[in-house]
Structure formats: structure tokens, C-alpha cells
């Protein structure tokens, strides 16, 4: 089984989003799916010209010589696709949401109605299509993720894949430094990889492993203060970086 995943945080690996993300892919390979990762900060992918050149004048191609050009195939045959991304904005990062909108050549130009609701066509439908969203969030509470899924759940009504599920992970931050001191935090990591491994092999990942990647870890309390001291230690050090400038 073919995967193609989108790291598009901008910090890459280093990122709060890679966290979650590596182990799951790390789970799908142990499956024996084959997994190919890009990071959008490694592409170059202009923006979307909404003139339907790729529709009109070019049967399906863009006009735009860039990396997508590349990415086209790897999306057209890959049964699942994977994009993670920290939540910018009560959405996704700029870079995904990019990406998305340079899919526009793999539907087809004409209008169908399915289901009472109107769609242009993929080039190329698979009914075992799937799509997975990876999200990290630096606020606490899980309702931060709720537009960013409503936006994924409706993408992928539009693009006739499955919504497989979600790994999500709130006040993110606590888990990159509750890693760092060691705290017990490594059943997160396995959740995730499990939820790849169930995902090839039952088809689904069950609720119970995706709850909890998402699971408390802090109180709300606690993580805001201990947040709001980070900050103002780090504003604090770049001010006297600069008086010493």
C-alpha cells in the first residue's frame, strides 16, 4: 500500500507536529506500506492562480513549473494520504492549505451531484482512498481542532476519499517538554504508531488509540503558567540581546 504524507509544519522535525506524526508513519511501515514524506518548507509550490488553465488550456496540467508537478503522480497513487500540520490560526499552516489548492488538476473541470451535494469529480477514484490528519495545537483544549476538522471532513467529501480519522494533540508543548525531562509521555508515542499499524491492518483506527494521543496532560492551570512564564522568559532574552546590540 502506497502513502504519501505531508509534514507542513514549519519547523519540520524539530515541531511539536512531528512528534505525533513520525510514529505514526513509523507504524504504517511496520505494516509493510510504502511511505514517502515531504515537508512543504523543502518545496517550492507557488500559489494557485484560479484561472483554470489546467482545466481549459492544458488537460489537466498547471501551467506553474514547480514541485507540484512532481507530487501530482505520488497523490493520484497513493491509497492514503496524511497531512499533519499545527493549528495557525483556528486552521492549518499556510503551506498546507497551498498544497491543497494546487490539487485542483486531479478533479475534473464538470459538475456531478452525489448525495444531494455538488462536486467536480477526481480524475482517478479509489472507494479505499483514505485520509488521515496529524494536527498539534499549542492551545489546551480540544475544540481548537474543530474547524480544521470540519474543513478536512468536507475536502474529503469533495475529493471522494475516505476520512480515516484524526491524531490530534493539545497544548502541545507539554509534550515535547515533558519528553525532554523525561516524563512518562511514551505511550502518546505508541498510541500513535499503533494507530498506523491498526489503520493498514484493520482499515480504521480505533477510538480509544486516538483518544489517547490526545489524552490531558497538564492541568489548564498549570500549563498556562507555566506557558505565560516560558514567553515572557524568551521576550525577556531578546530584549537584552538587543540592548547589548
Known amino acids: ?18 512528534l505525533i506524526m513520525n510514529p505514526f508513519l513509523e507504524g504504517l511501515k511496520d505494516e509493510g ?10 518545496l517550492k509550490i507557488n500559489p494557485c492562480s484560479a484561472d483554470f488553465h489546467c482545466w481549459i488550456k492544458s488537460s ?17 497513487q497513493a491509497e492514503i494520504w496524511v497531512f499533519g500540520t499545527p493549528i495557525f490560526c483556528s486552521g492549518m499552516s499556510g503551506p498546507m492549505k497551498n498544497l491543497i489548492d494546487r490539487g485542483l488538476p486531479l478533479f475534473q473541470p464538470y459538475f456531478e451531484v452525489r448525495d444531494g451535494h455538488t462536486f467536480h469529480p ?14 498539534s495545537c499549542a ?17 474529503c467529501r469533495n475529493a471522494s476519499r475516505e476520512f480515516a480519522g ?3 494533540r493539545p497544548h502541545a508543548p507539554s509534550l515535547m517538554n515533558l519528553k525532554k525531562v523525561g516524563r512518562n509521555v511514551g505511550d502518546i508515542f505508541q498510541s500513535a504508531r499503533d494507530a498506523g499499524r491498526q489503520l493498514i491492518r484493520e482499515k480504521k483506527m480505533s477510538p480509544e488509540t486516538l483518544q489517547n494521543i490526545s489524552r490531558e496532560l497538564v492541568s489548564l492551570e ?15 532574552k531578546n530584549a537584552d540581546e538587543i540592548a547589548l546590540v
Not at 505565560?228 to 521576550?235: A, D, P, Q
Request: proline share 3%; aromatic share 12%.
Open 1 to 18: 500500500m502506497k502513502v504519501v504524507a505531508f509534514n507542513c509544519s514549519p519547523n519540520m522535525d524539530e515541531g511539536n507536529t512531528a
Open 33 to 42: 506500506a510504502e511511505v514517502e514524506l515531504f515537508y512543504t518548507k523543502k
Open 60 to 76: 489537466g496540467r498547471c501551467y506553474h513549473d514547480d514541485d507540484m508537478n512532481g507530487i501530482y503522480p505520488k497523490l493520484s
Open 122 to 135: 477526481v480524475s482517478q477514484e479509489d472507494h479505499d482512498a483514505k485520509v488521515v490528519l496529524i494536527a
Open 139 to 155: 492551545f489546551w483544549e480540544m475544540e481548537n481542532f474543530d474547524p480544521l476538522l470540519v474543513y478536512m471532513k468536507h475536502y
Open 166 to 168: 484524526a491524531l490530534l
Open 222 to 236: 498549570r500549563y498556562i503558567l507555566v506557558a505565560n512564564r516560558g514567553f515572557k522568559t524568551m521576550i525577556n
